[in-house]
């Protein structure tokens, strides 16, 4: 499927919405099954338990960069982060070690986050403004004629400034998980279990709690865009993705 909505312009394909499912079982509860079930030694052993486990979210990250055709600062560092765990993990760090990683990442993505306000595209705008789900045009349009279009970049600052806040809650959160249950030995077969655990708790303590604030930073900008330009957010869907009368 391919944009068409903006006549004399070449057509820009749509890229392929993400699975979410194959998103979860590649990152969460398969990585998770592996390292907690299989770190026995008569079954996999510590190592290559860990090795399996974080494997899948490394391959997963490499699919969806090469199905989707889109790199962006989430896959980079997500990425790193399972280049680190892998890496700690074989070279038998210590808990303290895998605390510190698990904080770091999400400070990282946060500082990551704000920098992009010093540019002309924050990065909530990338997040919530897809340009193939939203009709960029029509909105741009929409605020010029209304003149407020200064109100919607602080809008955007705001919100980029909310999902950097969900972050680093984010990083408390990995930080406290992994010194409550990394208690075992690095290198032994229930330490190797414990990251499998800390990888399933990882969905109900902290991703839940992130991703509702980042719903929160959405709903904040399209109820500003309603309440700026009049659009609402039927309106504002790209033509190939409306309802067909």
């Given at each position: 499927?391919t ?12 890229r ?5 499912w ?18 026995a030694?008569?079954r ?14 490394l ?13 962006n600062?989430f896959?980079?560092v ?14 038998h ?17 946060a ?7 010093r ?47 969900s ?6 959160l990995?930080f ?31 991703t ?38």
């Amino acid at each position: 499927m391919t944009d068409t909505s903006a006549p004399g312009t070449p057509a820009r394909p749509v890229r392929k919405p993400e699975n979410i499912w194959l998103n979860l079982a590649c990152n969460v509860f398969l990585p998770g099954l592996i390292m907690s079930k299989l770190a026995a030694p008569e079954r996999l052993g510590p190592v290559w338990a860990l090795v399996a486990g974080v494997s899948l979210p490394l391959g997963y990250g490499i699919y969806d960069l090469v199905t989707r055709k889109k790199w962006n600062l989430f896959s980079g560092v997500g990425l790193l982060s399972v280049g680190l765990t892998g890496g700690l993990g074989l070279a038998h760090a210590s808990a303290m070690a895998f605390a510190i990683k698990e904080a770091a990442v999400p400070c990282v993505l946060a500082l990551g986050i704000l920098a992009t306000l010093r540019t002309s595209q924050p990065l909530v705008r990338e997040m919530v403004l897809n340009e193939s789900v939203v009709d960029l045009q029509k909105l741009n349009t929409a605020l010029d004629e209304h003149g407020t279009k200064a109100q919607f970049e602080q809008l955007l600052r705001s919100c980029t400034w909310l999902v950097a806040a969900s972050l680093l809650l984010s990083a408390v959160l990995n930080f406290v998980l992994a010194r409550i249950l990394l208690t075992s030995a690095p290198g032994t077969p229930e330490f190797t279990a414990a990251l499998g655990r800390m990888n399933w708790w990882s969905w109900p303590v902290i991703t839940l709690p992130t991703m509702a604030i980042m719903i929160v930073a959405m709903v904040r900008v399209f109820r500003g865009i309603h309440r700026l330009t009049g659009l609402d957010l039927e309106a504002l869907m790209h033509p190939h993705h409306q309802k067909k009368k």
